[in-house]
């Protein structure tokens, strides 16, 4: 039971550090609380699901194309909203209602165009489950876990051995100086919200196939992922990753003594005792001068 709970734990973990390794990097270097990341989660699901099951493309062209679609919408959100506002030096709070409002706009746009029933991307039921050291397992959250571990593995060698990669972190750590350097800090932010959108589509899309999809499944992936940014460091990719896994282990552990129902509470509880303890996170700059 425990190695089961753990196991569950670290499938949880996966998916919230792609969820909150998205969020952060969009943060870091736009300075505001992007809530219409969780909204772009859905979307990337959804997306997936338009192409395999509507569509029926096969899935090898049908999922790198809903990353890719989603990671424009992404890009598209930046120029048409966040872009010009950043151009009327609107205070963080501004964008971040902005996006609270896109979430809620498109959120309604995907429930009026695919109906608030559950859907799946699956073509047969769960699947045959796999024995690992006594915890039972499917082949999709195999992949969860493997997917998560590359994608990030990825992130940070491109964020450490690109131009780009440098001029995310440049601007992460000092937009001026950036700018003084003569880096194009609104490229660098657009090119970030791809990023991050990308990130977003393939956790919603490990997520659809393991567990359906729902308008509504952005929100509670998307508190997880903030919450997993803050107990991990905001400004750390391997701190924001740790913290996802000590969020889903103490999520899918605490359940071995408590109701399944408490599991949010859980979550909220070792955020709130982060804020008190350690605000900067496990190996992350401090989060008390973090504007929102």
């Known amino acids: ?72 919408i992404g890009c598209g959100l930046d120029l048409v909203v966040f872009a010009p506002l950043r151009r009327k030096s609107s205070a963080p709070l501004v964008l971040l209602l902005s996006s609270l409002g896109i979430y809620i706009v498109l959120q309604n746009l995907i429930s009026i165009a695919f109906g608030d029933d559950i859907k799946t991307i699956r073509s047969g039921g769960v699947g045959q489950r796999i ?11 195999i992949v969860i876990v493997l997917t998560s571990a590359l994608v990030l593995v990825a992130l940070i060698v491109f964020l450490r051995a690109t131009k780009i990669g440098e001029a995310i972190r440049a601007v992460s750590s000092d937009p001026e100086l950036a700018k003084v350097c003569g880096i194009e800090s609104d490229r660098v932010v657009l090119c970030t919200f791809g990023i991050g959108s990308a990130l977003a589509a393939i956790a919603g899309i490990l ?5 359906d999809l729902t308008p509504t499944m952005g929100l509670n992936a998307l508190m997880m992922g903030i919450v997993a940014v803050i ?49 900067e996170g496990f190996l992350g700059k401090s989060v008390g001068k973090a504007r929102v």
């Open 1 to 72: 039971m425990l190695w089961q709970l753990t196991v569950n734990g670290i499938i949880a973990g996966a998916v919230y550090a792609l969820v909150g390794v998205g969020f952060a990097l969009i943060y870091n270097v736009a300075r505001f609380f992007n809530f219409a990341h969780g909204v772009v989660f859905t979307l990337g699901a959804y997306i997936a699901f338009l192409f395999t099951s509507v569509v029926q493309l096969p899935l090898l062209l049908a999922l790198p194309m809903a990353v890719l679609l989603t990671a424009l």
């Open 207 to 211: 997520v659809a196939f393991d567990v």
């Open 131 to 141: 024995a690992l050291l006594g915890a039972q397992v499917t082949s999709t959250q």
């Open 231 to 279: 107990i991990g460091g905001i400004g750390s990719v391997p701190g924001v990753a740790l913290g996802a896994l000590l969020l889903g282990l103490a999520q899918h552990l605490g359940v071995w003594k408590i109701s399944s129902q408490w599991q949010d509470a859980i979550a909220f509880v070792i955020l709130l005792a982060f804020l008190l303890v350690r605000p």
